[in-house]
């Protein structure tokens, strides 16, 4: 499996969206990464990303995007390869 990271924030129903969708999905853990906490990360997010709202996801190297688009990657077939590596 490969590594999810997700970069967050309070009060964020798409950040909880994300996470319970991706545990009903198999993933056991989210590195998840709270950007109202430190400046460097929201600016690490955005340079990484090209977005300004969270959630940002990322499966191993590959920016997925937020909840909806996270959502519509399963729902085109391409969550599971991407979740195995394959």
């Given at each position: 499996?490969?590594?999810?990271?997700m970069y967050?924030?309070?009060?964020?129903?798409?950040?909880?969206?994300a996470k319970?969708?991706?545990?009903s999905?198999?993933?056991t853990?989210?590195?998840?990464?709270r950007v109202?906490?430190n400046?460097?990360?929201?600016?690490?997010?955005q340079?990484l990303?090209?977005q300004?709202?969270?959630?940002?996801?990322?499966?191993g190297?590959?920016h997925?995007?937020g909840?909806?688009?996270?959502?519509?990657l399963?729902r085109?077939g391409?969550?599971a390869s991407?979740?195995a590596?394959?």
């Open positions: 499996m490969q590594p999810v990271k967050s924030g309070p009060f964020c129903p798409y950040c909880t969206m319970q969708f991706l545990k999905q198999g993933v853990e989210i590195e998840e990464i109202d906490k400046p460097q990360d929201y600016a690490q997010m340079a990303s090209g300004r709202s969270v959630p940002q996801i990322f499966i190297q590959t997925v995007g909840f909806t688009d996270l959502y519509a399963h085109a391409g969550l991407l979740l590596g394959d």
